[in-house]
């Protein structure tokens, strides 16, 4: 599948104040993969992140569906099509199940088929459906991240970020989350960037990836192909697959 004029990101250079953390990044995503971004702590992961959200300054280009998101206000960027699970969740913790999954439809024009799409949102999650009336500060934590990516998902967002979805929680909940992201990627041909520690999970969905270092890429190629180098991933991630 072509990245062509999906998302394409150009010499991209990014931090906060005075400080840059990104230096020079190029990657593209083609319309429908799933892009895993990989890499140590500290690597500028989550930086990458917030600059395709508009979260922090820019230099450089990012080329979505046509247009240049480069240095636009998040706002924009969410009208556009794109939707930010952050690590930590992001829920309103004081705001119901129900309340949450319609803040994630605000951003839409048309707001008939809200209904519907928290019944979509309901096959991906059932036990979201049976805690409807409950507050979002009173979920498990796996719970609260499938409430946060089901929030994304009621913007019917072309492209999904995914900052550490798998962080805090156990194992089992996180296969769970990773399988769930996969369907919704196969059954409605959203984009996925995913930021993930956990490179044998990330690498399992993604059709490709990216290994972060210090600002800058030092590795890409298809996720089969890094999934199954053990001396790149031990080199870059510290830890075997």
Same mark, same amino acid.
């Given at each position: ?11 991209? %250079? ?6 840059? /953390? ?6 593209? /995503? ?10 140590? %702590? ?12 508009? #979260? ?25 099509? /794109? ?9 309103? #913790? ?5 309340? %949450? ?52 998902? #009621? ?87």
């Amino acid at each position: 599948m072509s990245a062509e004029g999906f998302l394409t990101i150009s010499d991209l %250079n990014a931090g906060y104040g005075d400080a840059r /953390v990104l230096h020079g990044v190029n990657l593209s /995503v083609g319309r429908g993969e799933i892009c895993a971004i990989l890499g140590p %702590n500290g690597a500028g992961k989550t930086t990458l992140m917030r600059a395709l959200s508009g #979260m922090v300054w820019v230099r450089g280009s990012i080329g979505f569906d046509g247009a240049d998101l480069a240095r636009r206000s998040p706002d924009t960027i969410a009208r556009r099509g /794109v939707a930010h699970v952050p690590e930590g969740r992001g829920t309103f #913790m004081p705001l119901t199940v129900e309340e %949450n999954l319609r803040l994630g439809a605000f951003t839409r024009r048309g707001r008939g088929t809200v209904e519907a799409d928290l019944e979509r949102i309901y096959t991906y999650f059932p036990v979201l459906k049976t805690r409807l009336r409950q507050v979002a500060g009173s979920l498990s934590g796996g719970e609260q991240q499938m409430l946060a990516i089901g929030r994304a998902l #009621m913007s019917r967002p072309r492209l999904l970020l995914l900052d550490e979805p798998s962080l805090g929680l156990a194992p089992l909940v996180t296969r769970e989350l990773f399988r769930i992201v996969r369907t919704v990627n196969e059954q409605e041909r959203t984009t996925v960037v995913v930021v993930e520690q956990n490179a044998h999970l990330a690498l399992g969905i993604a059709q490709q990836a990216h290994v972060l270092e210090s600002g800058r890429i030092v590795l890409s190629g298809t996720a089969d192909r890094i999934l199954q180098d053990e001396k790149v991933v031990q080199s870059y991630l510290g830890y075997r697959v």
